[in-house]
């Protein structure tokens, strides 16, 4: 498991707004705006960036990966994750004894009716693209077939500096792939006690953001915000966008306490 840790000033109205623990890879600290005022924690998930892969691969073993980051840190922290990200942030947030907040930037769930299932297929597909040194070329596909992006919108990400990032962390799409499959159990939150903030880009497919606003109407006081004009990666297309709304909701949270 390999994390790093951005230091920042972190103080809001004489009040520690703690820290903050990102479940993207962890060089995407260098491309964080100065304007989110935490100490970010940037964690290369398992197969990702940094990180090995000890095989075999599970669920159980990524959430626990989450909870020896949390222990790491020593102390309650704002827990963020995006896409699979969010699916094991939430599961892991289910489990942890001390929280600040919970952050859930579209949780990709596929809601009964939402949208079909990818084809089994695709997966051994992408497998044999990384097995053969093609990452961009399994993202692209990724991408379609379950984000929904269009190869217009594709190609502008792919121009994009956020580009590398996603390219570096590729060889985990399959172990992405596997989290997508995981069930949404709406009854787990209804005694969930921690602030939590559901994220969806204005722009992001219609089944995405079903599965957002799924798990924002399980939770007993959850906390909805857009992305204006951004889709699934908004914080790579609007970085400055997203750092206000995380930085705002830890305010909030700080405040409340």
């Given at each position: 498991m390999f994390a790093r840790k951005t230091e920042r000033r972190s103080r809001f109205g004489g009040r520690d707004l703690g820290q903050l623990c990102f479940l993207?890879?962890?060089?995407f600290?260098?491309?964080l705006p100065g304007t989110l005022l935490l100490p970010v924690w940037t964690f290369d998930?398992?197969?990702h960036g940094?990180?090995?892969?000890?095989?075999p691969w599970s669920f159980a073993r990524e959430v626990e990966d989450i909870h020896a980051l949390l222990s790491k840190v020593g102390e309650p922290v704002h827990l963020l994750g995006h896409s699979a990200g969010a699916i094991l942030a939430l599961s892991a947030a289910s489990r942890a004894d001390r929280l600040r907040s919970l952050i859930l930037y579209e949780p990709p769930f596929l809601?009964?009716?939402?949208?079909?299932?990818?084809a089994p297929e695709l997966l051994a597909v992408i497998e044999r693209l990384l097995q053969s040194g093609n990452p961009d070329q399994a993202l692209?596909?990724?991408?379609?077939e379950t984000v929904g992006l269009t190869d217009g919108e594709i190609d502008a990400m792919q121009s994009s500096p956020g580009w590398e990032h996603l390219r570096g962390a590729a060889r985990a799409i399959p172990n992405d792939w596997r989290i997508?499959?995981?069930p949404f159990e709406p009854d787990s939150l209804k005694s969930f006690a921690v602030p939590t903030l559901v994220l969806?880009?204005?722009e992001s497919p219609a089944w995405i953001r079903a599965g957002a606003v799924a798990v924002l109407n399980a939770l007993p006081a959850g906390t909805f915000a857009e992305l204006a004009g951004q889709g699934h990666s908004g914080m790579i297309t609007a970085p400055e966008l997203f750092a206000k709304i995380v930085g705002q909701f830890a305010e909030n949270v700080a405040a409340d306490g």
């Open positions: 993207f890879t962890a060089d600290a260098t491309i998930r398992r197969g940094e990180s090995g892969e000890t095989q809601i009964a009716g939402a949208r079909e299932r990818p692209r596909i990724a991408m379609r997508w499959q995981e969806a880009g204005a």
